[in-house]
């Protein structure tokens, strides 16, 4: 599997791009296609989805984007083009809200999400993605939530205490900082 790949984009198409990587075009299929621009050179954080008949490469400039992609697809019944969908038309902290916060009616306004959907969604992720009210390192919060939460503390105590943490530090100096906070 390709975690990422550094490279140039070469052509903008209506759902993907092209992605030249040391000579080599990747035609790569991403939420945004139109938000890069020709010969922009980036690092582009990728999935790779494999069918029978197919290998599909998905492409996204932030990690966070990934990762809520790859949460969305775990769900029964959201498939990769589903989720492009989501990403597409609406941000990842958005969305996260409204996984968090049980908003149904939100999620069914993107294409192909219909309310038993937009419910099952909610019912794999809900608990299981960290949302903060200020722009923190959405990464490292949800490393720092799974941590706590594999040392056995409720999804209540951590959501109380991620806010709380300065998302610059390190993970090791964030699970610190929360036990303190969560202990005191």
């Known amino acids: 599997m390709y975690d990422y790949l550094k490279g140039k984009v070469t052509q903008i198409m209506k759902d993907s791009i092209d992605f030249e990587v040391n000579n080599i075009g990747y035609q790569v299929f991403?939420?945004?296609?139109?938000?890069?621009?020709?010969?922009?050179?980036l690092t582009?954080?990728?999935?790779?989805?494999?069918?029978?008949?197919?290998?599909?490469?998905?492409?996204?400039?932030?990690?966070s984007e990934k990762e809520l992609f790859l949460k969305l697809i775990s769900v029964s019944g959201i498939?990769?083009?589903?989720?492009?969908?989501?990403?597409?038309?609406g941000s990842v902290s958005m969305i996260s809200q409204a996984i968090t916060k049980g908003d149904a009616k939100y999620l069914t306004k993107f294409p192909g999400i219909g309310m038993?959907?937009?419910?099952?969604i909610i019912l794999d992720l809900k608990g299981k993605l960290v949302i903060?009210?200020?722009?923190?390192?959405?990464?490292?919060l949800d490393e720092v939530h799974d941590a706590l939460?594999?040392?056995?503390?409720?999804?209540?105590?951590?959501?109380?205490?991620?806010?709380?943490?300065?998302?610059?530090?390190?993970?090791?100096?964030?699970?610190?900082?929360?036990?303190?906070?969560?202990?005191?």
């Open 30 to 41: 991403t939420p945004s296609p139109y938000s890069f621009k020709i010969d922009e050179e």
């Open 44 to 63: 582009l954080y990728t999935y790779m989805h494999i069918k029978e008949d197919n290998l599909t490469l998905f492409g996204f400039k932030e990690k």
């Open 79 to 89: 498939g990769p083009k589903s989720a492009i969908a989501i990403l597409a038309t």
């Open 116 to 120: 038993k959907s937009a419910q099952q």
């Open 132 to 140: 903060t009210e200020y722009s923190g390192n959405y990464l490292v």
């Open 149 to 184: 939460q594999a040392l056995g503390y409720s999804d209540k105590d951590i959501n109380k205490v991620l806010p709380k943490l300065d998302s610059t530090k390190s993970t090791n100096d964030l699970i610190r900082d929360a036990l303190k906070l969560i202990t005191n």
